[in-house]
């Protein structure tokens, strides 16, 4: 990690300095996993948050904050000493290269499904079933509207790419 300084560089320090048990049950993967994840995404997607010197684990620690901790947006950037805005559009940028990671990898036959993964991934568990918007989108780290309308095609390649990304290891 480059950037130093900063309330969200410190917290993703710890919790890569941290015991394995508890990365693994922040992260629901393991940190070679995470490392390898970090690199692929340094050296195929550009980042749209660089500007504001947010190294790309503390990005996935914000995204995987909201997507496997079930945090709001708002909660997030508190617990990263972010503004919302920022929050974001930090989850949008991982969003995207989870995506392009979908493009440029085959999903293996044997990943788990996407519906199977809701176990993991705490954001997937308020989606029902017949109960979605007939617009396409869906909510995500909303808390007293401050979450974020994404297309759920893009969401759920995303969720793949990662799944298939941590199966792929079979490190976790």
């Known amino acids: ?35 390898q994840l970090a690199d692929w995404i340094v050296e195929n997607v550009e ?7 947010i190294s790309v684990e503390e990005s996935l620690f914000v995204f995987l904050d909201i997507v496997a901790q079930g945090n709001s947006f708002r909660d997030a950037a508190y617990n990263w000493d972010h503004d919302i805005d920022l929050t974001q559009r930090i989850f949008l940028n991982v969003i995207n290269a989870l995506r392009v990671l979908r493009e440029k990898e085959d ?17 997937l568990k308020s989606w029902r079933p017949g109960k979605l918007r007939m617009d396409g989108l869906v909510k995500v780290g ?6 974020l309308d994404i ?10 790419a990662l799944n298939n990304f941590i199966h792929e290891r079979k490190e976790f």
Not at 151 to 160: G, V, Y
Request: charged residues 25%.
């Open 47 to 53: 980042s749209s948050t660089a500007k504001e010197d």
């Open 107 to 123: 999903v293996s036959p044997s990943c788990p499904s996407f519906n199977t993964s809701k176990t993991r991934w705490r954001v």
């Open 142 to 147: 909303d808390d007293r509207g401050d979450g």
């Open 1 to 35: 990690m480059a950037v130093t300084g900063t309330a969200g560089a410190d917290r993703a320090r710890y919790l890569l300095n941290t015991i394995p048990d508890r990365f693994n049950e922040f992260t629901h993967m393991d940190q070679m996993t995470f490392f």
């Open 151 to 160: 297309a759920q095609q893009d969401f759920i390649e995303a969720i793949t």
